[in-house]
């Protein structure tokens, strides 16, 4: 198990941050949230288009900008571009592009994790490979994690001068760590199973 820190600070795409951002990684896997953001962005650019209702030229493949930053959203000359093959857009005007999660982001005001859900929600049908949580179950595992980290953060206060205490609590964490990766596709039943026969023996501690 990774150190326990008190930092916390924005993460880009959104992701748990500091100590939080630990457990979280190490339940789902460390690159969850690129997959996750990567899934998303296949989904066509041209299904996200339709689906805000924004009208492009056949020929030309732009529009004006639909970002309210731009100009208020009120851009009157076409400044933004699709490209089909790439998957991609680009507003020229203000000088924003990238992919589908980018793109809802900007529009929503959301993380690209966020964003990545929205999409694959919208767009289930159309993606194919690996099945997501749906943000309920994501939330429910985040909450286990954070019942560990607790549990983890008070025993180390409580025993911080127990050399014997600390090396039992890294054990444990490395062993539920483990579990984590291991067993990535656990439904949460499973998972809070693991989390209370863990959260026993830490209780029960003996030196």
């Not at 650019?45 to 020929?59: C, N, P, R, S, W």
């Not at 924003?96 to 966020?114: A, P, R, Y």
């Not at 560990?148 to 025993?159: C, E």
């Amino acid at each position: 198990m990774r150190e326990l820190s008190n930092t916390t600070g924005p993460v880009s795409d959104g992701s748990p941050s500091g100590e939080n951002r630990d457990f979280a990684n190490s339940f789902i896997g460390k690159d969850y949230y690129q997959t996750l953001i990567g899934k998303a962005n296949t989904i066509p650019i041209t299904l996200i288009f339709k689906h805000y209702g924004i009208y492009l030229d056949e020929v030309n493949r732009k529009t004006v900008c639909p970002f309210k930053s731009h100009k208020g959203g009120k851009e009157s000359t076409p400044s933004f571009y699709i490209y089909p093959k790439t998957n991609t857009y680009c507003c020229f005007g203000c000088r924003i592009g990238s992919n589908v999660c980018d793109f809802i982001s900007e529009m929503e005001g959301l993380t690209k994790v966020n964003a990545a859900h929205k999409v694959l929600e919208l767009f289930n049908s159309e993606v194919d490979g690996e099945y997501f949580i749906n943000r309920e179950d994501m939330s429910e595992r985040l909450q286990i994690m954070l019942n560990f980290s607790d549990i983890v953060r008070d025993f180390i206060q409580k025993h911080s001068d127990n050399e014997l205490a600390v090396a039992f609590i890294e054990h444990k964490c490395s062993v539920y760590d483990e579990l984590n990766l291991k067993y990535k596709n656990l439904n949460n039943l499973a998972l809070n199973r693991i989390f209370d026969q863990l959260k026993e023996e830490i209780a029960s501690w003996k030196e």
